[in-house]
């Protein structure tokens, strides 16, 4: 569904993502592991068009997308939930949710995020700005689902969240998964990660040094070493 070839990536003189590649077949969830600066956040960025790609190619369901405006990538059925969250923090939650909408009319979809998020409803004319961080990350991914995405990408989605939340948070990726959205994954709790994906890659320096089945990572002794404290 998404094949990235030998994308390299600058910050100015800084050579952030060296020659990456990576693919992600239609279905799985597939989790992009690595220590703070090592370009997890770059490379979603570059896929989602909000930053340069110097060289390389980067191939949406068979379509280059590489350098492509966000707004066009998002078109194409791709969404992005951002590190941080980034909701519009002085709008209402049902504004937040109806931006996310503006490429999709379908008016029933709002009742889906809603049956999926219970609390967004009772809190649709709360100042987004006000909710919890739990609340917040639900209204962040509630949002980029309004647009109707075949593939979702997720950034630390439960950063600074609650366990209780956290739980939520995987229990919703699961559960979208199931029902056919293809998901790209960065988490800073590599366990809960590779738990429930498919597959996972680990980049160092901008480059993928690992990559394998999510099952043979979380045992292997490199990972355990360097991401789960073993």
Known sequence: MLKINNINVFYENIHAIRSLSLEVHEGE??????????????????????????????????????????EGILKLGIAHVPEGRKIFSKMTVLENLEIGAYTNKNSKKIEEIYEMFPRLQERKNQIAGTLSGGE?????IGRALMSEPKFLMLDEPTMGLSPKFVNQVFEVIKNLSKSGVTIFLIEQNVNIALSCSNRAYVIENGKIVLSGNSSELIS???????YLGM
């Open 29 to 70: 969830i597939v989790s992009l592991i690595g220590a703070n600066g090592a370009g997890k956040t770059t490379t979603l960025n570059a896929i989602s068009g909000l930053i340069k790609v110097k060289n390389g190619e980067i191939k949406f369901l068979d379509k280059n997308i590489e350098n492509r405006p966000p």
């Open 136 to 140: 917040q990350q639900m209204l962040a």
């Open 220 to 226: 292997s002794d490199e990972i355990k070493k360097s």
